[in-house]
Structure formats: C-alpha cells, structure tokens
Antibody, heavy 125, light 110 residues
Framework: QVQLMQSGTEVKKPGSSVKVSCKSSGDSFTSYAIAWVRQAPGQGLEWMGGIIPIFHTANYAQKFQGRLTIAADGSTTTAFMELSSLRSDDTAVYYC??????????????????WGQGTLVTVSS | QSVLTQTPSASGTPGQRVTISCSGSSSNIGINTVNWYQQLPGTAPKLLIFGNDERPSGVPDRFSGSKSGTSASLAISGLQSEDEADYYCAAWDDSLDAWVFGGGTKLTVL
C-alpha cells in the first residue's frame, strides 16, 4: 500500500526557512515524481514544484523561484521541500503528492494519485 | 486568482445530480487532460477523476468527468451526504510548465 508520510507541524518566524519531508513507502520511489502543493487557510490548492528522483531534476512554479528548493534522497525514499525567506502569507498546509512518469516527465494523464497527510506551517512573529 | 475557473459553490439534495464546471485555456485544458480532486473537510485531497473521465479504483461510478474544448465538468449523480466536500479541477499548463488548479467548488448537500 502506497503511503506518503510527512513531517510534523512547524511554527516559524518571518524571514526564516522551513524544511518539510515526505517519506514514500509501498512502491518504487524512483518510478515516480513527487509534487508539492500548498493550501493557505480557507483557500484553494497551489502547485509549488516537484522533483523526479531518478533524474534528480526539480522544477518550480515561477512564483517560488529563488526561495524554494526541492530535493530527494533515494536511499531513504524521502523527498524534501525547503522554503526560505518565509512571510506570513506562507502560512499554509503543505502537501506532497505522487505523479506517475511518462517519457521522463510528469504523467499529466494520471494526475496526482497519492497524497501525504499535509504539514501545517505557521509563520508568525 | 486561479488559472482554472470554477464556480465557488454548488448544492443539491440527496439523490439529485449536480454538475461542477471548470474553464481553462488552450495551454492547459485545451491540450492536456483534466483531473478532479475531492477534499473532505480537514483531509488531504483525493484523486477522483483522471484523464478527463477515468475513475481510480474505489471511486463510485456516481462520479463522472467530461471535457470539451477548454472546459471540463464533473457530474455527481445520486448525491449523498458524504459527497459534501470541496472539488478541484486540475491540468498541466504547457505555457507555465506547471500543474494548475481551479479555485475549488464547495458542494453542499442540503
């Protein structure tokens, strides 16, 4: 059974950084991509970026370029999302989600089929 | 401001059929398939429909999806109280090189 298990709740000061982990189990980690999606309180879903572990290639939504780093460790089947220069509007639940691969890219047909439980990040002084 | 446009709310009574719409453009829905996600209160999103009209294993056939041009729809027939949730459409956007989502539709079962 596929599971994505995320790290716990974080409370951070403005200007600091947060690192959230997402451990994959139940299937081959390197056969998929991992996407990161966030949801601010009462708001919709927002794709932040993702990584294809087998190629170690990450891509980022333009909005987060320069302050978002996504990485993956195949030996521990864990993906990481680090967001820096935190602001109050970064307060959100952060989700990791799995995407199949097609021709070395996200399989847009199959969508994001498994999701982590979410990690609440609160940015407050 | 979401790239895909959804009406913010929808409602129906038990047993009814409701439809949720999603509008995009030529760089997303127009050339890529649409996925739908259901988010029950306080939980992570769940894939409900992929590839415009395919259901993952375990999703009841009361849920169906369709796409035409740059728009897509999710239909729920035989509405049940447990269908009360937020529903999001999504597609890959070739211009943005990113997944894009609709703003979500809150479905209320009256």
């Amino acid at each position: 059974q596929v599971q994505l298990m995320q790290s716990g709740t974080e409370v951070k000061k403005p200007g600091s950084s947060v690192k959230v982990s997402c451990k994959s189990s139940g299937d081959s980690f390197t056969s998929y991509a991992i996407a990161w999606v966030r949801q601010a309180p009462g708001q919709g879903l927002e794709w932040m970026g993702g990584i294809i572990p087998i190629f170690h290639t990450a891509n980022y939504a333009q909005k987060f370029q320069g302050r978002l780093t996504i990485a993956a460790d195949g030996s521990t089947t864990t993906a990481f999302m680090e967001l820096s220069s935190l602001r109050s509007d970064d307060t959100a639940v952060y989700y990791c989600a799995r995407s199949h691969l097609r021709l070395g890219h996200y399989d847009t047909f199959t969508g994001l089929d498994y999701w982590g439980q979410g990690t609440l990040v609160t940015v407050s002084s | 401001q979401s790239v895909l446009t959804q009406t913010p709310s929808a409602s129906g009574t038990p047993g009814q059929r409701v439809t949720i719409s999603c509008s995009g453009s030529s760089s997303n829905i127009g050339i890529n398939t649409v996925n739908w996600y259901q988010q029950l209160p306080g939980t992570a999103p769940k894939l409900l429909i992929f590839g415009n009209d395919e259901r993952p294993s375990g999703v009841p056939d009361r849920f169906s999806g369709s796409k035409s041009g740059t728009s897509a729809s999710l239909a729920i027939s035989g509405l049940q109280s447990e269908d009360e949730a937020d529903y999001y459409c999504a597609a890959w956007d070739d211009s943005l090189d990113a997944w894009v989502f609709g703003g979500g539709t809150k479905l209320t079962v009256l």
